[in-house]
């Protein structure tokens, strides 16, 4: 396997250490998903909580209390267009149904654990259900929980670890406790010096839980590569990212969904980046109006600038899957005829050679391409591999 | 720009200025030793002087005018490096006329052809001008003052500069130091001149221990023609395997061919050859064995 690299970024972007709420929006746009079935009516009032959509799967609710007001097209965090769900907000958050929150996670079994999962889909940031993860890895050495962002500029995740110490580092010790695991390893990258300090100050408390620091290299975020990195066996080990364990905090513990995320908004483009706790569906193009000041002539690109996409932010709105927006300059690069240095190969995670699919028709290798943009990244002819090798370019 | 919106520093017009950085102290060394000591001497007029800097100028214009032309770009392309190359290994007695001739046409050529084969296009160009300067019956490497035998010079001498080779390319000295800091480039095949001229060392040390001459080989490692190319030409990376086996395989044929090409020919178009049959085989073999060898590993 190739060793991974750190990115050629600017140290100097920073990013305000405060999070801005920003949980009031007049209206929130919930898109309306293939193969999910539509609960409500137009003008019809609704709750926070209450389920709006459904499918065979999973269920979507509302985050806001208001009325339904229509339907928009929007944009989402990949660029693809979709009809949305208007909610014009009442700003009462009035819920749909209030359920008691715990007052101890220790009392929770493992088959209560289970069944919380599989009637609540819970599903982790890698789109794995973990009612067959937790019901896989029970009594395993090690919970490994990952708290290392990869995208350059954007720090959700980190800011999440930070702001929810306490109930992370709750949900961790119960998680430990239900599936029986002796030691828990939080992953951050050896730059992140706010949570390391902030953990190191209230982990005396969490004898089994240790802090581990990875150095700043893009990929580290990935479940594979971070275990690969460690010298772990994945198979002994369970992972998750930070926002799983928050997720399960606030479904276990409060015994809600998330209506809430936080973005980042930040990059070169922007004069005060910053993270917002916003509401979900809540449209990017609004809070970038009230609390944004751009540079001109700058482009928006969600999930950052390595595996995002160039969207327009004035229809992006806040999924589960955005974690922050960058703004910045693109700059024009002429793309010339490939000059064989080999790099593309030798940077790959994943073992394959962009420059020889290219040219041939080997569809095994193309499925293992995990977008990480490496190829692009380091490619000196500016050659869209990355998308070659998807197949991108053919659709 | 193409997703993702960030990129590595180096791209393919440092890489480029990288390799003219290099090459500027070489122009200025062939400025001096085939210019300003000539017209010292009174071998040429003043005008001359300034043909060691005129080739690869011209070399370097052309090259870029051909991109140019052909795809509307204004800025540094691998045409132009190869124009200036090439001014740099050609002999000192070649026509300019003909040289700006056979530069343009197989350089425009390529461009218009889009030929399918990789070939070093640099070892063909000169392999074009030496057959000019054959039929005019000027061949030659060595200026007037090399020619008229009035100094004699040691290998040492020779290493810095003095020996018989292309009009910019006699200091071996200067090709290693700028092998050096083109090493610390990553996008560099740097075992390339390394393994070629390893390989050419063995051959020649088995040579003189059949033979007892140790001269051919002090000579090619000294005059300059076998590092320049070393360097710059057999490393052009358009033209030559990434992989690593294919790498030891390509360096290892260049070495030994060129080995093999300067006792048969002579010494100062051993290499040109080499590198410009091996990059012409390797359109056979890449796709087969090179693939069966990566695979085995």
């Known amino acids: ?395 | 720009m193409n997703k993702p919106y960030l990129h590595h520093e180096i791209d393919y017009k440092k890489i480029i200025l990288d390799y003219l950085v290099v090459l500027i102290p070489l122009i200025i060394y062939g400025l001096y030793k085939n210019g300003v000591v000539l017209y010292k001497e009174g071998y040429i007029s003043l005008i001359k002087v300034i043909y060691p800097v005129l080739y690869p100028l011209l070399g370097g214009l052309i090259g870029y005018f051909i991109n140019y032309i052909f795809t509307k770009k204004k800025e540094l392309n691998y045409n132009m490096l190869y124009g200036i190359i090439i001014g740099m290994t050609v002999s000192f007695n070649l026509n300019i006329f003909i040289f700006i001739i056979i530069l343009s046409l197989i350089l425009g050529a390529c461009q218009l052809f889009e030929i399918k084969f990789d070939f070093n296009k640099m070892c063909l160009i000169r392999l074009l001008t030496v057959i000019a300067l054959l039929v005019l019956n000027k061949y030659s490497y060595a200026n007037p003052l090399e020619l008229s035998d009035k100094y004699s010079y040691s290998y040492f001498d020779v290493l810095f500069g003095r020996g018989v080779s292309g009009i910019c390319i006699s200091n071996t000295f200067i090709s290693i130091l700028a092998y050096i800091y083109l090493s610390f480039n990553n996008f560099y095949k740097k075992d390339i001149p390394l393994m070629i001229i390893a390989t050419y060392t063995i051959c020649g040390l088995i040579y003189f221990a059949i033979s007892n001459e140790y001269k051919p080989l002090l000579n090619e490692l000294t005059t300059g023609t076998l590092v320049f190319a070393s360097v710059f030409i057999a490393t052009d990376s358009i033209n030559s395997p990434y992989k690593k086996y294919s790498k030891i395989l390509y360096s290892v044929l260049i070495g030994l061919l060129s080995f093999l090409f300067t006792r048969l020919i002579n010494s100062h178009e051993g290499i040109y050859l080499a590198i410009l049959l091996v990059s012409f085989i390797i359109n056979f073999t890449k796709i087969n064995v090179f693939n069966k060898i990566r695979q085995k590993n």
């Open chain 1, 1 to 395: 396997m190739s060793s991974l690299i750190t990115l050629n970024k600017d140290y100097n972007i920073k990013v305000s250490s405060n999070i801005n709420n920003y949980l009031n929006p007049d209206y929130v746009y919930i898109p309306i998903l293939k193969d999910y079935k539509l609960l409500v009516k137009n003008k019809e009032i609704v709750r926070k909580e209450q389920v709006i959509l459904i499918n065979k799967e999973n269920t979507i609710t509302c985050p806001i209390s208001g009325v339904v007001v229509g339907m928009t097209d929007c944009v989402l965090y990949n660029g693809i267009k979709s009809r949305c769900l208007v909610i014009e907000n009442d700003f009462k958050e009035r819920m749909f149904k209030r359920n008691a929150s715990r007052k101890t996670l220790n009392n929770i079994s493992f088959e209560e654990l289970l069944e919380i999962m599989k009637n609540k889909h819970v599903y982790n940031d890698n789109n794995e259900s973990l009612y067959d993860l937790f019901k896989e890895k029970v009594n395993t050495n090690t919970l490994i929980i990952n708290c290392v962002e990869d995208e350059p500029y954007i720090v959700s995740e980190e800011f999440e670890a930070r702001t929810y110490i306490n109930e992370i580092l709750e949900m961790i010790s119960a998680l430990m406790g239900i599936l029986n695991i002796k030691n828990a390893k939080l992953v951050f990258k050896n730059i992140d010096r706010d949570n390391i300090e902030c953990y190191n100050n209230v982990l005396g408390t969490y004898p089994n839980i240790k802090v581990v620091l990875v150095p700043d290299l893009y990929l580290l975020g990935k479940r594979n590569l971070l275990l690969k990195h460690l010298s772990i066996d994945s198979n002994k080990v369970l992972h998750l990212n930070i926002h799983d364990i928050y997720k399960l905090y606030n479904i276990i513990k409060r015994n809600r969904s998330i209506s809430e995320k936080l973005i980042t908004v930040s990059g070169d483009g922007v004069i005060n980046p910053q993270v917002f706790n916003v509401k979900i569906g809540t449209n990017i193009g609004d809070l970038v109006k009230d609390n944004i000041k751009l540079k001109d002539g700058v482009s928006c690109i969600s999930n950052g600038l390595m595996a995002g996409t160039i969207v327009d932010y004035k229809k992006l709105i806040v999924t589960e899957n955005l974690q922050g927006i960058v703004f910045t300059k693109i700059k024009e690069c002429n793309e010339i005829k490939c000059i064989k240095c080999g790099k593309c190969s030798e940077i790959c995670p994943m073992n394959i050679n962009p420059e020889e699919i290219l040219h041939s028709d080997e569809s095994k290798n193309r499925e293992k391409c995990i977008n990480c943009g490496l190829c692009n990244y380091i490619c000196p002819s500016y050659i869209d591999l990355c998308g070659k090798v998807r197949g991108e370019d053919h659709e």
